[in-house]
C-alpha cells in the first residue's frame, strides 16, 4: 500500500473510532496489507484488495477468549 492509503486509513480508524492511538503500519514484505495497532498493541491487519476496478480494505482482528472479560453472573 502506498504511504497515502497507510495515512487515509489510519485517519478514517482514529476519526471512526474516536481514538487518536490507533497506528497503521507498512508489513515488511507485505505490500497487500497493513498492521493496526492501538497504544502500541498489534490488534489486527487491514488487507485491500482490489476487483474490477473497485477497491476496498478488510479489517481482521482476532479475539482471543482469554483477553475477554468474565462474564457476568446471571441474576435468576
Same mark, same amino acid.
Given at each position: 500500500? /502506498?504511504?497515502?492509503?497507510?495515512?487515509?486509513?489510519?485517519?478514517?480508524?482514529?476519526? =471512526?473510532?474516536? @481514538?487518536? /492511538?490507533?497506528?497503521? =503500519?507498512?508489513?515488511?514484505?507485505?505490500?497487500?496489507?497493513?498492521?493496526?495497532?492501538? #497504544? #502500541?498493541?498489534?490488534? #489486527?491487519?487491514?488487507?485491500?484488495?482490489?476487483?474490477? #476496478?473497485?477497491?476496498?480494505?478488510?479489517?481482521?482482528?482476532?479475539? @482471543?477468549?482469554?483477553?475477554?472479560?468474565?462474564?457476568?453472573?446471571?441474576?435468576?
Amino acid at each position: 500500500m /502506498t504511504r497515502s492509503e497507510i495515512w487515509r486509513l489510519e485517519k478514517y480508524l482514529r476519526n =471512526l473510532f474516536r @481514538l487518536d /492511538t490507533i497506528s497503521v =503500519l507498512e508489513r515488511p514484505n507485505q505490500a497487500d496489507s497493513v498492521e493496526v495497532h492501538v #497504544g #502500541g498493541e498489534f490488534i #489486527g491487519i487491514i488487507f485491500k484488495d482490489e476487483e474490477d #476496478g473497485d477497491v476496498s480494505y478488510a479489517f481482521q482482528m482476532a479475539i @482471543l477468549e482469554m483477553d475477554l472479560p468474565p462474564a457476568p453472573s446471571s441474576r435468576a
